[in-house]
Structure formats: C-alpha cells, structure tokens
C-alpha cells in the first residue's frame, strides 16, 4: 500500500488510504425455525486526497492495486472540480499508540453451522422452558474485519478482530394474553455465546408479561435495563458529547465542562480496549491512537470527544474519535465503546427494596429524541410492574421528559454489566432512577 | 449453473439457485460540493431447497461453483434441522414470458466521472439561477444489474439491465427565510439524466418557497406531486394489494374485488414493462412470468398480487409479484413498476382553474400510516398555495384522514407522468383531491 501512497502523491499535497476486508456469517431465526444462513465477505478501498484544500474522496470495492490507483485518479478529478475547504487543516500526523489486544483468529473461519446450531439449541431450550412461548425472530452471527489505515504523513496502522453475537424473540400466548415481542442478547469476543443466558432471561420475562396490568399516571422509580439505556441514550445524551456540536452550536453542553448534569453515581466513559469491547481498536478510523475518554465522572462533564477535522476546526486535538462511515467514506465524530460504570449491589438487592416501581425492559421511539436539548417522549414496553420488590406483571407507559433531568434522578446502578451492540456498543449497569413521571396507557 | 442443480438434487426433492450480479456507480453532493464517488460491485447467490417439506436457505456473495456448493450443503443442513412447513406446495414451474426489451450496454460500464461531470453542471446551474440558493445535497447513480434463476424443475431464467438516476436537495435562504429542503429527480434507462429539467423544476419550487405563508383548518382541493403519491401510496396503500394480506386477513381489501374503491380517474397497475420502467423484467424473483397487473380500473378494485408460495397456500396462481430481498435471501410480495394512468389536461391547467388549494410536493410522516385500514397522518411539507390559478407560496399543514376516502375524492390526473425511485418505482402522474380537510400549523 505504502508505493500507492507515492502513487497518490503525484495528484495530492496529501492522501489517505484506507482498506476494509471484512467477513461475516449469520444465520436469521423466524418463527420457531432458521430462515437463512449467510456468508459475505469483501473489501473496500477509500481515499481520502487534498490538493489546494480542495477535497476528493473515491470508494471502490477491491483492494487490488490497479483498482485502487483508478479509485485515487478518481478522487483527484473530483478534488479538482471541487472549491477549497478554508477551514481545511490537515491529515492526522502518526501518533502513540497502545498495546494490540491480541485478536481472537477461531471468529476469522468461522462457519454458519455453528451459529445455526446455537440458534436451533435455544429454540428448543425456550419452547421446553415455555410451552407458550414461540420464537418469533432472532439472529446470530460472526464478523471480522481488517483495517488499515496509512497516510502521506507517514501513518500506516493495521488491526483486525471479530466478535460474535445472538439475539432471540420471544412472544408468548396465554389465554387471551399476547405478550410484546421479549427480546434478549449475548455479545462477545468469542463464540461461546450464552445460549442458555438468553434463554433463561427472556423466558423469565415472558413469564412476568403474561400478567398484563394497567398502568396510570404515577410518580415512582424505574430500573431502566441496559436496551432501555442504549436505546434512549444513543439519541437523546451521545450527540450532545460531539466536538461537531459543538462549533456547530447545536449541543446544550456547551460552556458546561466542570458542571455537574448528573447525579454522583453516573460515570460514563468511551473506551474501546474495556475488557468486554466488541471492538478493541488501538487506532479511530483516520488513525488517530483510542484512549478512554471520561465524558461524565461522578456527575460532573468533562468533555467533548474529536474527530481530526472538527478537533483542527476547534483548535484542539482528536480525542481518537473519528469513525468511518463505509457508506460515504467520510469520517464523523463517534463512540467505539460507551462504558457506564458499573455499582456495588446486585440488581436483585436494587429491585428488592423498591415499594412500588417499574423495571424498564424496552423504549420505543427513543429515536425521535431530541439531542439539541435532550427532550425525548417514549413508550415504555416491555416494563415489568415491581411491587413489594418482586415483579408482578408487565404494562406499558409512556415518559415524557429531559434526559438531563433523568440523570439527575439517578441513584444507583447495578453491579451486572451488560454490552449492549445497538448503533453505538454500550456496556452498561441497570440503573435506578427515583421519582419519574410515567403517564399511564 | 445447471450442473449446479443436479448437485443440489442429492440432498433436496426440488431447489432454485438464483445469481445476482451488480455493478453500480454512485457520486454524492454535500453543500455545493461533490462529497464522494463510488464504484461497486459483487455477486450473490441464494440457494432455496426443500425436503420433506423443510426449507433450507443460504447465501453466498460467490457465484463461484465451489462456494456454490458448500452453500447448498449449508441448506441441506439447516432443511434437516428445520419443521416441515405442512403448507409448502411448490417452486414455480417453467412460463411463457414476454420478449426481452434491450438492455442499454452503455450503462453496463458507466464511469462515475460522468455523474460527478452531471452533478458538478447541475450546482453551477442552480446557484447561476438562484444566488439565495445551496445545493445542500444530492446524489447520481447508475446500477446494473444480472439475474439468472434457475430451478430443479427446468425453469431458467437470465435477464440483465440498468437504470441511471440523480436527485438535488435545494435549500434557498433569503433574509429570515429559510426553505425547507426542495427535491427533484430524474430516473431513467440511459445515461441522459435530465440535469437541466431537475435544477429548473427545483429551483421554481424554491422561489415559491421564499414566500411563506400561514395555513389554517380548510377544505380545499389539493394537487399532489410524484413524490407525495408515491410517500403516501407506498405505506397507505400498496401493502392492501398483496394476497398474502389477504390470507392473513390483514387487508381492507377483502373480498371487495369488483367494487368501487375510488373515483373513476383512477387507473392503477403494475407492470414492469412499461416504457418508463426502470426494471423492464420478464420474470420476478422466483422465475415467474411477468405480466400487467391491474388493481384498479376507472375506480373498480380488480384483484390481488401474489407470489408463487402465498398464490398455492390461497389456491390461486402467482401473478409475478414474487420480489426477492437479497438481505434475507427470501421471497416477499412487492410490485415491479406501479404506473397510475395519466390524463388529458397538464398540470398547468389543471392548477388554473384552482380558485384556492394547495399543490403537494411532498409528505412527512407517510411510514407510520397503517396499510390495515388506510389510515394516514401526515405533514404536507413543502406544500405551495394555489389562488386565482397560480402559485403564490408555501406553507405547512396536516393532513390526517384514510386513503380510500381521498381516493373518492380524485378529480384529475394531469398528463404529465413522473418516474419516483422510491420504494416502488412508482410512475405517476399528479393528482387532484377535492375538498380535502387540512390543519393548519
């Protein structure tokens, strides 16, 4: 790659290249049966040129040599037709890096066959468990990928590493009772995913939704689980933590480092070497070393995360940040491993000392959050009705409110920590918040 | 492939291998720049084989013969561990098809180079007509694609072809006003993408955009564009035509074949060969001849569309409406090219007679209507007031009511027809409503 780079610089003041090969099984479950076993494999090239501050970027699906020299004369006539970006400042130079966690190579070849019979164990482990109750969708699947990443300024960074996941659905019929859709997930860097955990999570929780209770407008505190967290957070909080944001004025932590916009138990941070990671990257996506970055401790913000572009923008540097977007090739400002902390007390002991409270499973519509000032309106359901601190049903509410005050209102997380693979990777406690207007459904 | 076949008739009593091969070229605009160019191409195979009743599914993005096999044999093991699906009948037998239209070559090795050349004339023509206006976005394309499918009961079907499109997204800024963001598009079979006809039609629709107005609750005519009658047919609609709704007692279409559903202007059918299709196929996703399909004539509600397994589970035959979904390997009912028949008078003469209305670009909100009943809420936005017979501004309203109602309430089609790459190719032209209740916002 690095004589491309020499290629590149014929048309370019400087150029980035950067290669994706990537490999992945899966095997779909519908209705009690598999439906589909998939393997896909492939590789894509993106160059990234500047000349005079104007921008080319070309993407082409090889990493082949003679194709990668078309995608970088592609790019060149593009930067050509393009107007200078001013606030253009330039490509990452190389920087330290931190140790590679060693990659797990049996996710490289692995094949669907093993995915398929996992997910054949579990649709008879939950049937025998729950005669009542039927997988109504699922999935698990293998990935692995290699990028690297090199540039004129000398940066030249290979990693590679896979990780594996499941997810089952389960809707069970009783009388006239038909649960939500349950769902419950296992994530790893290994394959042996917790069959028998998902199962026996998501049974127990079919098993508390049969007993549908009516649910009024009340005022009581709510143990969100770790889907209910990354659902709600991934679009009403994460934004708001954008460098982007920002210059752009569009993020209402602006002015507030050193504020405190939660309460002490909330620490939250972005690492993508956490031990429990999917992804456990040394470098972002332009290159830039990862480090942890602490955006909430102990209630108090303590920053904003970069990319190299909106950091040089700003006039400060990339906290390593920088994601690709394999679609456009660009880069934006992202998160690899959002890490909630996690607590002391079982999330039994938590439940067990709640009166009266409501165990939040699912959200849905936490997508039309609103991450200019973290108004978020949603549909609690699956929750699960708490009362003498054992669960008793299940029911459906709606929250209204600021996700700031939210995190106000938080007073414990659980020792259990869970990863979450939703848009960003979570690894999150369950968390209790106190006296939280529900509107009853 | 047919050697392929007789390997897969070891371990299946019938099986379909079906190959997809794409190409596709794509360049994008962010703010009056080109952001990207891309060049993209794969194959896929999807092995269907049943024994014993038991489906087994594969994918493999190869259409090499080695990894062909190992897909089949990756079917053979999940058919054994799958349930007999007591309802399968059968894989299509062999049909008569309709001649073959020419495929236009020159799509087959199209350069991004011309679309970035398009996109780039497109900007400078847009900003030269309208100084208050930025290109904020936009995007051309040409794919190309192959399809052979092939099945164990002698059915082989190859077909290859393109389409070629590009949209801009305008939005004017004039003193306090900023306009929402104002589409147009062009789709067609050969590399003449009508950029000066898109940037004119755009940058009209922004003028009118600079004057905003106020809605209030009304009863007015309404005109609505391609793209509103594709956003709100597509979601409101469409879904009520396929059988499998009907088995599933899902549609309101039930048992109404022969009845008026609509007011005699409407003509509605499917039928991918139609001259402004973008895909003019012979055979659907499963090798079942097309034909044209007729789902409402001068108003009268003609009958459903079916795919080869939900026509046997009904006891009818597929009418060609079997759509492959290349996520999931599957075969869903969908539509090739949905044409709503155009009319005598254009659009200009229709609008002149209108004393007051609105003119309908386009609708936010259409996904969430509900194909079960045809009920709709949606946001008309942009929307343009008509008065005296011109366009005089742009306003926001609601519009919350059933798409069977409107249907009634058709006038006019305007001669003029559009082709909407949307989620259906949809060609249509623009349509009257009369005394449509509005809210104004």
Same mark, same amino acid.
């Given at each position: ?315 400060? =540097? ?115 918040? =106190? ?7």
């Amino acid at each position: 790659m690095e004589n491309l780079i020499r290629f590149g610089e014929k048309f370019f003041d400087e150029l980035e290249i950067a290669v994706y090969c990537s490999r992945e099984v899966s095997a779909n479950v519908e209705l009690n049966e598999i439906s589909m076993a998939s393997t896909r494999s492939g590789a894509l090239t993106i160059i990234r040129g500047i000349k005079d501050k104007r921008l080319g970027l070309a993407i082409v699906d090889s990493d082949e040599q003679e194709k990668v020299k078309e995608a970088i004369e592609q790019a060149a006539k593009m930067a050509k037709l393009n107007s200078p970006d001013e606030t253009w400042v330039s490509l990452p130079e190389p920087g330290k890096y931190r140790e590679k966690p060693k990659p797990n190579y049996e996710l490289k070849e692995a094949s669907p066959d093993i995915l398929v019979e996992k997910l054949v164990r579990g649709i008879k482990l939950a049937r025998e468990k729950d005669k009542n109750a039927v997988v109504a969708g699922g999935a698990s699947g293998v990935s692995w990928e290699e990028r690297h990443v090199l540039n004129s300024h000398g940066l030249d960074v290979f990693q590679e590493g896979g990780a594996a996941y499941m997810y089952l659905e389960l809707v069970g019929r009783k009388g006239s009772v038909v649960t939500p859709g349950i769902f419950d997930f296992d994530a790893r860097r290994d394959l042996d995913l917790d069959v028998e955990g998902v199962v026996e999570r998501a049974v127990q929780k079919v098993g508390w939704a049969y007993n549908v209770v009516t649910s009024k407008n009340e005022e009581v505190p709510l143990v969100f689980g770790p889907w209910a967290i990354a659902g709600l957070f991934s679009y009403a909080l994460l934004p708001a933590f954008s460098g982007e944001r920002l210059v752009k004025e569009t993020t209402p932590l602006a002015g507030k480092v050193g504020e405190k916009i939660a309460s002490e138990v909330i620490t939250l941070y972005d690492d993508p070497l956490h031990p429990l990671s999917l992804e456990p990257l040394i470098a972002d996506g332009e290159g830039v070393p990862t480090r942890k970055n602490v955006l909430i401790e102990n209630g108090t913000f303590k920053g904003f995360v970069w990319d190299n572009y909106w950091a040089k923008v700003y006039g400060t =540097e990339s906290t390593g940040n920088g994601k690709r977007d394999l679609r456009s090739g660009g880069i934006n400002i992202g998160f690899h491993s959002v890490v909630i902390e996690n607590g002391k007390r079982s999330l039994e002991d938590i439940v067990g000392e709640i009166d009266r409270g409501y165990l939040v499973d699912g959200l849905q519509g936490a997508h039309s959050s609103n991450p200019d000032n973290g108004n978020f309106a949603v549909t609690a359901n699956p929750a699960f009705l708490i009362e003498d601190g054992e669960v008793k049903g299940s029911a459906v509410f709606l929250i209204a409110g600021n996700v700031y005050e939210l995190l106000q209102q938080a007073s414990e997380v659980s020792r259990e920590q869970t990863v979450m693979p939703f848009m960003n990777t979570m690894i999150t406690p369950h968390i209790k918040f =106190e006296n939280v207007k529900i509107a009853g459904k």
